[in-house]
């Protein structure tokens, strides 16, 4: 989630969403005094602190889970996409992680809720803690553009983890064939920007981005990918902490593939509601109707592009 929204969930607890930004919030390029533990992971600083909720036996289990999720992600980036951010650990009952949000009212924060009774497990499988973090990677574009920073987020947190060894890439497809469907515009509805419901928010932008990740692989042999675009996009951008105008994060992205996808994409669904047909997508990729107990089929015509977007990095 970023700002307003979460992924999976409706809303959070009212504690959680009244807890006071500032107070955690970083002092120039410095953690808060009141952090717990401090981080350095592939060229940024992540501040954590823990509310009174979470007891000290706990800690270094979830100390192992921030820096797992921060490596994913810094190896997907190729860094780090933010300097500095402090994240904000609220325990709650139960078990599993409970939610996140991320802000940049006063400085990079990222609020999440962890089960008291999170085992390593649990853990280990999180998405929401890598979701978050990809946020940072983006300016803020604008509410109305929230698609592009959600469908990120729900696009690249698969694929982050696929590609570390976190995720299995069966799981990770299987997901996409089974959610994208949820972005496709209903009778009546507008265009991606017109248009801000769940599905369309989370999911159609992640189809956007799928889309967008294919195209350049085909435009450039496979040479490049979206990965290449959002490299270079928080490196000239600085990430969640600026403010660029779409149109603007859009071109830097297509400068760095030598393309226009993201940008001819994007002037095709802005305003207008459009319905890929996603069967012959997967078709093409060799991707079966149950990824999980289907074998893909490496004879498809895309079927190097699917390998190379999950490939694990080595």
Known sequence: MRAFLTL???????????????????????CPAESNVTLAVGGGTQCVLFDEQIQAGQRPLLREWIERSARIVAAYYAGFPAPLVVLRLQGAPGGGVHGGRTTNDSG?????????????????ADWVLVHEMVHLA???????????????????????????????????????????????????????????????????????????????????????????????????????????????VLRIGDAATRTRVMEDLYGEIKATPMAPDLELLWTRLGIPADPKSEPFDDHAPLAAIRIAITRKVQ
């Open 8 to 30: 999976g969930m409706l809303a959070l607890t009212a504690a959680f969403a009244n807890i006071a930004i500032a107070a955690g919030a970083p002092a120039g390029n410095r």
């Open 108 to 124: 990079l924060v990222i609020q999440v809720t962890v089960g008291r009774d999170a085992t390593a497990p649990e853990l280990a």
């Open 138 to 248: 983006l300016p803020e574009v604008g509410r109305r553009h929230n698609w592009l920073a959600e469908g990120l987020a729900t696009y690249v947190e698969g694929i982050a983890r696929a590609q570390y060894g976190n995720r299995d890439v069966s799981d990770v497809w299987a997901e996409y064939r089974h959610s994208m469907p949820l972005g496709l515009p209903h009778a009546g509805e507008g265009g991606m920007d017109q248009t801000p419901t769940w599905g369309r928010t989370y999911w159609g932008g992640a189809l956007y981005c799928l889309r967008a990740d294919v195209a350049i692989r085909e435009k450039t042999g496979n040479r490049l990918g979206l990965q290449t675009a959002l490299r270079a996009i928080v490196k000239e951008t600085s990430g969640y902490g600026a403010e660029r105008d779409i149109d603007d």
